[in-house]
């Protein structure tokens, strides 16, 4: 039903139940906000969206925009006098109580409070008074958190808590002494967080930041005792162009190659073969636990932040996991070991970049059992805005570049290694490789599984399906974001849900929207569907793609003939798979 | 108790017992501080074994600065004793319960004459007794007395004779309106609340976290009359169709806990909570849940995502708690006093309560604590309507020590302040709004001559900075700013340009903020700078405090003239600021002196004075 309003006297038809917010949208009017985030944090706390409102021939009054409903008849003013010199007022506040480093701030440019700012014109030392002083906490593998810079939005909270349903991060203290920490005041890298990072990306401002390792890539690229490779995870390609200004959902691979090559690696790859590699490993190892009567269901891997989570958590499936090497972790150790004995390069004098969506992965590096040649699988792993940071310092003209192709040997990944970035990619990739082994024939097309793919506009519950293969029933499950799997876990505990094979991301939609992510303003991610339009990319590369399940990537199985032998064999345990701690909380 | 008849059984019970010496104590929490447990157990020790004489605890009567106050019933006549200890008690006992004569020195006096009783004074012979009723009359910790004073008979009243939009009907046509800050009408927050009766889980709540500096009305009620908060809950449920409450209880109030506790159980003992009251099918449980001390969550929604188990913040509204409140149910919150009034309203109607006030004057009664520059101090509940003037000259006794009135700060930190010229101001909530201030829960405190204005603006907000919850900007940040710039002022570093920021800011502050706490913090700020601007602007123009209060702003000198060099200040001056010869005028370095004051307390002539 709708309902008519008038903004700023034009008249507008609006669903019911919107807020002024959004109903300003309809209008093409963008309502300046900093602590809300649709559907996850609705709190009113920064009252920056002030506007006017007049229900029921009723005087004027300020409202906030972001959480007031429209009721038939109302009118709005969004752009009035005093909402302007309040919202300036307001942005004097904030920023009187905020570390104005920007010159130097990770966030410069990208920041929505000096947008705001420069927008208003505010005089930032208007309300000069005392600031406190706050510790960096740089305790954590992946997130550093500058309180000094904190303007309390609590977006941060929101994903922690509310998105992903953990909860780590909340309020401390009370008035002008809050401040956004963990309890007991303890450091954020002791306490259980899983490192998803996609606090970062809901930060306005530099308050939070992944812990930039960018420096230490520029070191070894300089340094002439090492050889530096790096390989791209399938979901950094889908998003580095938006660190150039490209809309969301551009496909900037070739450039993207370009432009790592121009910066000086000694080759440059692509994680999308390890993806394959994991199917293979992956695939087979759940054949055998369904054969030889494994633990099951049995849970991908992948992703760093989601084991993590279930180690802290849930420990009491870590035997569920699969010991697969996340592809990431593959690579690396294929690197230092099958590459390295190919090469003739002594491993230690490989440093193995890898360049990914995700925070977890700056945690993952520095695991137990990640090192097969005796060095760490993973040296370094830079999240797509620290590529895009160092691909700008470099002064490469991104945009300019015509773009060209990954080094070989490992240049191929199929489209379902591709599809890795998105939830429920790595279910679909495995099943198309499982369907050919239980039915003992290739299909003869590839299969698709809709049924377990994101429904655009969704990321709430988790997603089931049955497929049948010959004779078989395989009962799948699928899961993105914690809160989702904690969900599923439990209705698994409980007996509620009974499938043979889950994969669970850590991040809500999978990794295109990892916390290593470029930075998109809440404007964008409030009417946006991110998650849809960066999986885009990686479904028409799987559409557009030869060759479309990993089983017939001959470079997989190449490796398997020159250095693993087959699939789950004693050499690629040893390489390829790894083991779990039960953490606990 | 299952029934309506067993209900006026207990009370004829109840009511058949008398004695022929009743001793009552007040042992409410400013009975007990002001040492009221010595003195109840030396009478409780002395009657043991005298079958005559009945020693009971009561609640607050309200005279809170004469605490321990014991009263002695005999023959009909009812006699106080204040200031009472131990020693006194037996005194009492000996003289007066044994022997017949009344000590008339341990009496109240009032213009130098004893008073035999506190009824006898202006102090309560001007007040009206509604929420208060059975406040230091019954013992809190016996449902049979609540009982005897017609306890739960209105809750058996609506559960047997009225609907439940009767009930609402009759709280809206009462005219009662929120006693703890809001002033919105009862009956119409239970109105909102009442759809979908016995179709959606509903809760109904009560605030008792009070929180204002300088109130307590509310312990008062609690630790006096605990029952009368349950019962009116028991009612309002029945109205909304709900059948769970939660009292949010402050945790600093052990003795209210106590008291609600006991009530609680005992309510459940006689069938009064529980499912099934009096056979009439109506289910009613209480809890308690313990507040840790923010005064944020007195606001409402902030209170109700206490209970829920975080931290005390409060959300936006809409939705309102009629719509979406405790678990995101459709929830009613009231305070203790507006409860208070409740069972009384349903069995002496709308029409009693209505004729309370003064009249043109908002219905009922309100209790305020009366603190400050004034004579006595204490709770009293007055007419809705009465004047300031007859708050302060005739209840209060005026101010002590012969000094003027400047003004009085209603509402506690989030009200705003009348000056002297506004004395006759009738009390009520549309009358103070008018002159920009609010009755708030009800504390009134009365400042004299010697109070600087910007100084009273600055202690209320040290209070909302420091109890500022942080959610949203303005208040967080913007308080403190405020309050920064106020301390600039004090500190004579104030400019006028700082006038015009302290305004603005106000203003923003109160417009901008999400919650009460934040919306009404610049009250102060705002009414003291209507009201008191020249006493900012001495501040800042001629650096001067007019009341001699702000010690940046301050100078101690030596009239020359007045002084006989006796040296004593010069010896007594902790940092050695004055010299000067014996017999000879001394001098004061005020580069050196920290205006602590001792010199002029030490000087025998008169000779040294702050201006």
């Known amino acids: 039903m709708d309902v008519n309003v008038k903004i700023n006297g034009k008249d507008y038809a609006v669903k019911q139940g919107m807020t002024v917010l959004e109903a300003a949208r309809v209008a093409n009017i963008d ?129 922690c808590k509310t998105m992903q349903g953990i909860g780590v991060i909340g309020a401390n203290d009370r008035g002008f002494d809050t401040h956004i920490g963990c309890q007991f005041e303890k450091d954020l890298g002791d306490v259980a967080c899983v490192n998803c990072g996609q ?19 520029r070191a070894a690229i300089t340094d002439p005792t090492k050889k530096v490779y790096i390989c791209t995870a399938p979901s950094v390609r889908a998003q580095i162009g938006e660190c150039f200004g490209y809309a969301p959902g551009t496909d900037c691979e070739p450039q993207m190659v370009e432009a790592l090559k121009m910066l000086g690696f000694d080759g440059v790859f692509d994680m999308n073969l390890t993806a394959d590699l994991t199917i293979i490993e992956e695939a087979n190892e759940l054949i055998s636990r369904i054969q030889n009567g494994g633990t099951l269901p049995m849970m991908t891997s992948c992703s760093p932040g989601w084991i993590k989570y279930c180690e802290h958590y849930f420990p009491e499936f870590t035997e569920n996991l699969s010991t697969c090497k996340s592809p990431q972790q593959m690579f690396g150790a294929l690197m230092k070991t099958y ?111 809709p049924e377990i793919r994101r429904q655009n506009g969704s990321d709430d519950g988790y997603r089931t399906a049955t497929y049948k293969v010959g004779d078989l029933d395989v009962k799948v499950a699928v899961a993105s974001g914690t809160k989702n799997a904690k969900q599923l876990l439990e209705d698994v505990k409980s007996g509620k849900l009974d499938v043979q094979f889950i994969e669970i991301m850590c991040c809500p939609g999978g990794c295109v929207n990892g916390g290593g992510q470029p930075y998109q303003p809440a404007s964008v991610r409030n009417t946006v569907d991110l998650r849809a339009l960066r999986a885009s990319v990686l479904y028409n590369d799987d559409i557009n793609c030869d060759i479309r399940e990993s089983q017939k990537n001959a470079a997989v199985w190449k490796l398997y003939e020159e250095f693993f032998g087959t699939p789950n064999s004693h050499k690629a345990h040893e390489v390829l798979h790894t083991s779990y701690i039960k953490r606990g909380l | 108790m299952k029934t309506i008849s067993e209900l006026y059984a207990a009370k004829e019970v109840e009511n058949s017992k008398t004695y022929p010496v009743l001793v009552t104590v007040g042992i409410a929490t400013c009975g007990l501080a002001a040492g009221a447990g010595p003195v109840i157990d030396k009478l409780k020790e002395l009657a043991s074994g005298n079958a005559d004489v009945c020693v009971k605890q009561v609640g607050c009567i309200g005279i809170c600065q004469h605490e321990p106050i014991c009263e002695v019933y005999v023959n009909g006549e009812r006699f106080t004793y204040v200031k009472m200890n131990a020693e006194k008690a037996a005194r009492v006992y000996e003289q007066h319960i044994l022997g017949g004569r009344p000590v008339e020195e341990f009496m109240l006096t009032e213009k130098g004459e004893p008073v035999q009783n506190l009824m006898g004074t202006t102090f309560m012979k001007l007040q009206k007794r509604v929420a208060m009723r059975n406040c230091g009359i019954i013992d809190p910790e016996s449902i049979d007395e609540y009982i005897g004073r017609d306890g739960y008979r209105a809750l058996a009243k609506v559960l047997t004779e009225m609907t439940p939009d009767g009930v609402i009907q009759q709280v809206l046509d009462s005219g009662l309106r929120g006693r703890g800050g809001g002033g919105f009408p009862t009956g119409l927050k239970w109105r909102f609340a009442c759809s979908n009766r016995g179709q959606v889980k509903k809760y109904v709540c009560c605030n008792a976290d009070e929180g204002d500096p300088g109130a307590f009305m509310d312990r008062s009620v609690l630790e006096g009359d605990p029952h009368s908060v349950i019962e009116a809950m028991a009612i309002a449920a029945y109205a909304i169709g709900s059948d769970e409450g939660y009292i949010y209880v402050r945790a600093e109030y052990p003795t209210a806990i106590k008291r609600l506790t006991i009530a609680i159980e005992q309510a459940h003992r006689y069938g009064l909570l529980g499912e099934n009251i009096f056979g009439t099918g109506f289910n009613f449980d209480v ?14 929604t902030a209170l109700m995502t206490s209970i829920e188990g975080n931290r005390g913040e409060p959300r936006p509204r809409p939705p309102f708690p009629a719509v979406k409140g405790l678990f995101a149910r459709p929830t009613i919150l009231n305070n203790v006093e507006t409860y208070a009034n409740i069972a009384q309203i349903i069995l002496q109607g709308a029409d009693w309560y209505q004729s309370l006030q003064c009249p043109g004057c908002a219905a009922g009664t309100k209790v305020f604590a009366l603190t400050g520059k004034i004579t006595n101090t204490g709770l009293v509940e007055i007419p809705m309507g009465t004047t300031l003037r007859t708050i302060i000259e005739d209840i209060g006794g005026g101010v002590p020590n012969g000094k003027k009135f400047k003004a009085a700060q209603t509402g506690g930190p989030s009200g705003g302040c009348i000056p002297a010229s506004l004395i006759d101001t009738p009390i009520d909530y549309d009358n103070l709004a008018k002159i920009g201030s609010i009755i708030g829960s009800g504390g009134l405190i009365v400042m004299d001559e010697d109070t600087c204005m910007v100084d009273m603006a600055r202690f209320f907000l040290d209070f909302t900075v420091d109890e500022s919850c942080g959610k949203c900007a303005p208040c967080r940040i913007g308080t403190h700013r405020l309050l920064e710039i106020l301390d600039r002022i004090i500190a004579g570093n104030g400019t006028l340009e700082d006038l015009d920021k302290l305004e603005e800011l106000a203003t923003y502050v109160k417009s901008a903020s999400l919650c009460g706490l934040g919306q009404t913090a610049p009250n102060p700020v705002i009414s003291t700078l209507v009201r008191f601007r020249d006493e900012y602007v001495a501040h800042v123009v001629d650096k001067k405090c007019p009341a001699g209060v702000c010690k940046n702003l301050l100078r101690y000198r030596i009239l020359e003239d007045k002084c006989k060099g006796c040296t004593a200040c010069a010896r007594k001056c902790p940092v050695g600021a004055i010299s000067g010869t014996v017999k000879n005028p001394h001098k004061i370095d005020t580069s050196k002196c920290i205006k602590c004051g001792v010199c002029m307390a030490t000087c025998k002539f008169g000779a040294i004075v702050k201006e």
């Open chain 1, 31 to 159: 309502i300046p906000t900093l602590c809300y985030l649709k559907d996850i944090n609705e709190i009113g706390a920064c009252r920056l969206c002030l506007v006017e409102v007049s229900e029921g021939g009723k005087p004027f009054k300020m409202v906030t925009a972001c959480v007031y409903p429209v009721s038939e008849g109302m009118q709005i003013l969004t752009n009035t006098p005093k909402i302007n010199a309040a919202r300036k007022t307001n942005l004097q506040l904030v920023l009187s109580n905020h570390e104005k480093k920007c010159l130097t701030c990770v966030r410069s440019t990208t920041c929505e409070l000096q947008r705001l700012c420069n927008e208003y014109k505010v005089d930032e030392d208007y309300f000069k008074g005392d600031q406190p002083k706050f510790a960096i906490d740089a305790s954590s593998p992946a997130i550093i958190r500058d309180n000094n810079k904190c303007i309390l939005c609590r977006r941060c909270v929101a994903a």
């Open chain 1, 199 to 217: 606090c970062i990306v809901a930060c306005p401002v530099g308050a939070l930041y992944e812990r930039d390792d960018t420096d230490k890539v």
């Open chain 1, 339 to 449: 590459f390295a004995q190919k090469e003739g390069i002594d491993p230690k004098d490989i440093f193995f970049v890898s360049a990914i969506p995700c925070t977890a992965k700056k945690f993952e590096v520095g695991r137990p059992d990640q090192s097969a040649s005796g060095y760490p699988d993973v040296d370094v792993a830079v999240t797509t805005r620290e590529v895009g940071r160092m691909i700008q310092q470099a002064g490469i003209d991104f945009r300019a570049l015509k773009g060209t192709e990954f080094d070989k040997p490992f240049d191929f990944g199929s489209g379902a290694g591709a599809i890795f970035g998105a939830t429920g990619g790595v279910m679909e990739a495995a099943l198309r490789y499982a369907a050919e082994i239980i039915l003992g024939k290739p299909l003869e097309k590839p299969l698709e599984t």
């Open chain 2, 287 to 300: 809890k308690l849940r313990f507040g840790a001390g923010a005064f944020v969550c007195g606001e409402e």
